[in-house]
C-alpha cells in the first residue's frame, strides 16, 4: 500500500512523524528529507505540503485500519487477564495490575502482531504467575508482561513466548523443562 503511494518504508515513516510532530529515530533523516522534498511532500523547511498532507491522510488510514479494534469479549477477557495477576505491588515496586486501558493498548498491539488466541493468552499467563509464586521475585507487571520496549527500542513480548511454550507442550501437558546452570 505504501508502495501505491510512490514512497518507501522509510519515506511514510518520516512523513508520519512530521505530520504528527514526532521525531523519526533509526532512519538516515537527511537523506529521507532530501526524497521527500524531491517527490514535493515538504518544503525547504521540511513543512508538509497539500500533497505531503493528502498522502500522510491516506498513511494514517492504513495505519489505523491495520490496527486491530477490540470486541466487547476482548475487553472482558482483558479484565480476566488483569485480575490474574496479584493485587499490589511487585517486589520490584510496581504495581502487578496496571490499568484497564493501558492492557487495551497493549493488547490492541498484540493481536495486531501474533496470532494467538484468548485461551492460550490466558493459560501462557496462568503459567507465567504460577512460575513466580508465592513471593514473585522478578515478575513482570500485567503490562510489561505483554511487551516491553527494550533498550535498542524493539518490543520484546514474554508473553508471546510462552504462548508458543503452551503451543509446542503436549495437549494438556504443560510441565515445562527447566535448564540449570552446571556450577
Known sequence: ?????????????????LKSGEKPQMVNIDETLKVLYQKGMITTLCHITSKGLSVGDKLEKIKR????????????????????????????????????????????????NYDYDWDIVIKATKKYIQEHEPNYDYMKTSSYFIYKSGLDKTLVSTLSSYCDMILESDDDDNQSITFSRAL
Open 1 to 17: 500500500m505504501i508502495i501505491s503511494l510512490g514512497l518507501s518504508p522509510n519515506e511514510a515513516y518520516v512523513l508520519l512523524c
Open 65 to 112: 485500519s491495520s490496527k486491530k479494534q477490540l470486541t466487547e469479549e476482548d475487553k472482558t477477557k482483558i479484565e480476566e487477564y488483569r485480575q490474574l495477576f496479584p493485587k499490589g505491588k511487585l517486589p520490584s515496586g510496581y504495581p502487578a495490575r496496571v490499568s484497564v486501558k493501558e492492557l487495551e493498548k497493549k493488547f490492541e498491539h498484540f493481536f495486531s
